[in-house]
C-alpha cells in the first residue's frame, strides 16, 4: 500500500515545500489534511522560511476529498466525523497565514482540492490541468470555501455555472477567468512557484485573499438577479435534488454577509445536506459502480485478462451496428457480418451514422471518426472469423436461429475465441446447447443504444469459464461501459427485477387510472419517462414478444392485459408510426393523444378488475408504489436466487441500465430508504384485493418481519450457488 504522508522541504531561497502524497489521485484523507495543519505550523514558526508552496506528490494535485469519510459518516450517523477543514485549515491556516502560500498546480485539482488551491495567495498551473468542483454530483456542495472562493474569482456567473453543473474547466480557461495567475510547463512548476512566493513576501507580486475579492461580483442588486435566476433554472432542472438550492443559500450568505460569513453559513449546511437522503444514495452509487469490477472467483484467482483485438459481430441491426460502434470508437477492429448486402449495408450506415453525429455533437473530432470507421469491416461469410478473439451474436430473439449461429461459429473460430450473444431474456444454455465449448459461452447483453447506454450485463452460466468472464469484463471496461456480472436466468438481473414495471402500470390502468398521470408520477419520482411512454418508445412487438416470454418463466405472477394488442390491432405502434398513448409529430414533444381512451376503455371491460366496476381513487405516491414496489419484490428474487453478487450490483444496474434515479440510491437501496417492513404490508394488503402479481416473496416477508435490510447479504443458500 503506497504510504499516505506529507513532507516539507525548506530550500537555500527560504521556501517551504509541503508536499501531500496519496495515490493515485492524492485525495483528502483526514491524516493529509492533519499533517497539512502540522506542516503549515512548523514552516510559520520557523525562522529560516519566508514563503511557502504547496504541491501534490506524482503529477497530481488533488482529486478533491476523501469519499470514504461520506461513507462513514452516512453508515455511523455521525456528523462529527467530518474533520473542519474550512475554518481551521483553509482559513485561519492558509488564508490567513502570515508568510505567503503557492499553489503548484498539475494534472488535476478537484473538489476539496481545487478549495485548497483557492485558499493560497496564488496559483502556478501547468498545462492542460483539470480544474472543478464536482461536490454536487455526491449531494453535497462544497465545503472548504468553494462557495466563496471561486464565484470571487472567476466571477459570478461563471463560479455559479461551475459549481451547479460540476463542470471543470482546463487551466488555459483558468488563467484567462483569473483563477489561475500564470501557466508553466510541468518542469518549471516548482522553480516558478518558488519565485513567485518569495516575489509576493518581498512585496514584488500582490499578496492576494480571494475570500476578500469584491471586484468580480458586481453590485449586490445584479448579484442577487443572478442567483435568482440560477434557482429557477435549478428548480427546472433538478427538481428533486436539494443540494443545488442548498449550495446557492451559501453563495447568496457570502454576497449579502461577506466572505467570511459565507464560510460560516457554508460549514454549517454542509453538516446538514451530507446527512442528507440525496447525498447517501449518489455516495452509495459511486461506490456500488466500484464494487462490480470485484467478482469472487474471477478477479481474485490471479488470471490475467487476455488482449481482445478483433471482434466479430453477427447482426448489424440497432443493437449490432451500436455495439460496432461502441468498439471502433474505442480501437477494437470490427468484422460485421450479415445475410444479405442490402442488410449489410444498412449496418455499416447505422454505424456511419451513431459516428457521424458524435461529430455533430462535438464529442469526436474528424480525423478520429475516419480512424474509428477505418477498423470496420462488412462481411457475408465465416471466412474473416479465422482470427477473431470474440463474437458477438445480435440477431433477432429466436433461439433455433441462435443455436444454429453457435453451432457454425465454434467451428469458423479459433479454440480461444469467446463465444457471446446479445440475448435479453433467452437462456443462455438453450442458446448454447448445440455446442461443446460450454465454458467459451456468455451473455454480452447491451443496453439500447448500446453505443451510449453505460451498462454492460454479462450473463454467465454455471460453466462460463472465469477467464473469459474476466476478458469480457475487461472489453467493457476498454469500450466506457460499466460491467455487472450476473446469473442466468430469464431477463437476467436487469430485465427481470423489471418486469413488473410496466405490469403495476397495466394493472392501474386496469383498475381505472389515467395512462398520461402515471406518466406524470413516474416522471416525478424521478425516472426520465413514464412506462406508457418509454411502450411507445420501444414499439409494442417488442412489449407483445417480453411479455409471452415473461408470461412462460413466472405465470405465477403475470398480470395479462390486453390493451397493447388492442392498440396494435387499432393501427397504433408507438413512436414507430407517430401514433401509441402520444401523438409524435417532427419537431414538438410527444402531445397525450385523447383519442387511445377509448382503445383503453374497451381494455377495462374485457380485464374487468375495476372494484364494484368503478375506478380506484389513489394517490401519486401510491401510483408510484403500486409500480415499484413490485420491482422491489422482483428485485429479493434476485437476491434470494443469487442471480448477482451483491445488492448494490442490482442498484448500480438499475440507475445505469433503466435510468433508475441515481439520487435514489438505485432500487434496492431506494427501498431499504423506504424501509422493508412498508414495502412488505403494502404488497401483502395490494395482494389481497388485487391478486397474485402483488403477493411478497418469502424473502422479503423474512427480511420485513426480522427488520433485516433488503442489502444485508444473503446467507449462502443452495440458490444461489446455481446461478453465479
Request: aromatic share 6%; net charge positive; proline share 5%.
Amino acid at each position: 500500500m503506497a504510504q499516505i504522508k506529507v513532507t516539507m522541504e525548506v530550500g537555500n531561497d527560504g521556501v517551504a515545500v509541503i508536499t501531500f502524497s496519496n495515490p493515485p489521485v492524492n485525495a483528502l484523507a483526514i491524516p493529509i489534511l492533519e499533517g497539512l495543519t502540522e506542516k503549515f505550523g512548523e514552516a510559520v514558526r520557523r525562522n529560516d522560511v519566508k514563503a511557502i508552496v504547496l504541491t501534490g506528490k506524482g503529477g497530481r494535485f488533488s482529486g478533491g476529498f476523501d469519499i470514504n469519510v461520506f461513507e462513514k459518516v452516512h453508515r455511523t450517523g455521525d456528523v462529527s466525523l467530518m474533520p473542519d477543514v474550512s475554518v481551521d485549515l483553509v482559513v485561519n491556516t492558509i488564508e490567513d497565514c502570515k508568510k505567503p502560500i503557492v499553489a503548484a498546480v498539475e494534472g488535476l485539482a478537484l473538489g476539496g482540492g481545487l478549495e485548497l488551491a483557492l485558499g493560497c495567495h496564488a496559483r502556478v498551473a501547468a498545462p492542460r490541468t483539470q480544474l472543478g468542483l464536482p461536490e454536487l454530483t455526491l449531494g453535497v456542495i462544497p465545503g472548504f470555501g468553494g462557495t466563496q472562493r471561486l464565484p470571487r474569482l472567476v466571477g459570478l456567473a461563471k463560479g455559479i455555472e461551475m459549481i451547479l453543473l460540476s463542470k471543470s474547466i482546463m487551466s488555459e480557461e483558468g488563467k484567462k477567468l483569473g483563477l489561475i495567475d500564470v501557466i508553466v510547463a510541468s518542469e518549471e512548476l516548482l522553480k516558478v512557484s518558488r519565485l513567485w512566493a518569495l516575489d509576493i513576501a518581498n512585496r514584488r507580486k500582490p499578496w492576494v485573499r480571494s475570500l476578500h475579492k469584491t471586484d468580480k461580483i458586481g453590485s449586490l442588486s445584479e448579484a442577487c438577479d443572478l442567483i435568482k435566476i440560477a434557482r429557477q433554472q435549478a428548480r427546472k432542472t433538478a427538481p428533486n435534488l436539494p443540494q443545488h438550492q442548498v449550495c446557492l443559500d451559501a453563495i447568496e450568505d457570502g454576497i449579502v454577509h461577506g466572505g467570511y460569513s459565507g464560510v460560516l453559513k457554508e460549514a454549517k449546511v454542509f453538516k446538514e445536506i451530507v446527512l442528507s437522503d440525496t447525498a447517501k444514495g449518489l455516495v452509495h452509487v459511486f461506490f456500488a459502480q466500484r464494487a462490480t469490477s470485484k467478482v469472487p472467483n474471477v478477479t481474485d484467482v490471479g488470471l490475467k485478462p487476455r488482449h481482445v483485438k478483433k471482434v466479430a459481430i453477427i447482426g448489424g441491426g440497432l443493437m449490432g451496428s451500436g455495439i460496432a460502434t461502441a468498439l471502433i470508437l474505442s480501437n477494437i477492429y470490427v468484422v460485421l457480418k450479415e445475410v444479405n448486402s442490402e442488410y449489410l449495408l444498412k449496418g455499416i450506415r447505422f454505424i456511419e451514422a451513431n459516428v457521424r453525429g458524435l461529430v455533430t455533437k462535438g464529442k469526436l473530432t474528424q480525423d478520429k471518426a475516419q480512424k474509428s470507421l477505418s477498423m470496420l469491416k462488412g462481411v457475408l461469410d465465416y471466412s474473416e472469423f479465422k482470427d477473431v478473439d470474440m463474437v458477438i451474436e445480435a440477431v433477432i430473439e429466436s433461439v433455433p436461429l441462435k443455436q444454429k449461429i453457435f453451432s457454425e461459429i465454434e467451428k469458423a473460430c479459433p479454440a480461444h475465441c469467446i463465444l457471446a450473444t446479445n440475448t435479453s431474456t433467452i437462456d443462455l444454455n438453450l442458446v448454447g446447447e448445440k455446442t461443446s465449448s460450454q465454458d467459451r459461452i456468455v451473455g454480452a447483453h447491451f443496453f439500447s443504444p448500446a453505443h451510449v447506454m453505460p451498462l454492460l450485463e454479462i450473463v454467465r452460466t454455471e460453466k462460463t469459464s472465469a477467464q473469459v468472464i474476466l476478458d469480457l469484463m475487461t472489453v467493457g471496461k476498454i469500450i466506457k461501459k460499466v460491467p455487472v456480472v450476473v446469473g442466468n436466468c430469464t431477463g437476467f438481473a436487469v430485465n427481470r427485477t423489471f418486469f413488473p414495471y410496466m405490469q403495476g402500470a397495466m394493472i392501474l390502468v386496469n383498475l381505472g387510472v389515467d395512462v398520461f398521470r402515471i406518466d406524470r408520477a413516474i416522471s416525478t419520482f424521478g425516472l426520465p419517462m413514464g412506462p406508457f411512454q418509454l411502450q411507445d418508445l420501444a414499439g409494442y412487438g417488442v412489449a407483445l414478444a417480453v411479455g409471452k416470454e415473461y408470461a412462460n418463466a413466472f405465470p405465477d405472477r403475470t398480470f395479462r392485459s390486453p390493451l397493447v394488442e388492442l392498440l396494435v390491432k387499432s393501427g397504433r405502434n408507438g413512436k414507430n408510426n407517430g401514433k401509441g398513448y402520444y401523438i409524435y409529430e417532427r419537431g414538438s414533444k410527444p402531445k397525450p393523444d385523447p383519442s387511445v381512451l377509448s382503445t383503453i376503455e374497451e381494455s377495462r371491460r374485457l380485464t374487468n378488475i375495476m372494484p364494484g366496476g368503478k375506478p380506484v381513487s389513489v394517490t401519486d405516491q401510491e401510483i408510484v408504489e403500486m409500480i415499484l414496489f413490485p420491482v422491489v419484490n422482483e428485485a429479493c428474487r434476485v437476491l434470494d436466487e443469487g442471480v448477482v453478487v451483491r445488492a448494490s450490483d442490482l442498484d448500480i444496474a438499475s440507475v445505469l441500465g433503466m435510468s433508475f434515479p441515481s439520487y435514489r440510491g438505485g432500487i434496492v437501496f431506494w427501498a431499504d430508504t423506504v424501509g422493508a417492513n412498508r414495502v412488505y404490508t403494502s404488497l401483502k394488503k395490494w395482494s389481497q384485493l388485487y391478486g397474485n402479481f402483488f403477493k411478497p416473496s418469502r424473502f422479503l416477508e423474512e427480511r420485513a418481519t426480522r427488520g433485516i435490510p433488503l442489502s444485508a447479504p444473503a446467507s449462502s443458500s443452495p440458490a444461489s450457488k446455481s446461478r453465479l
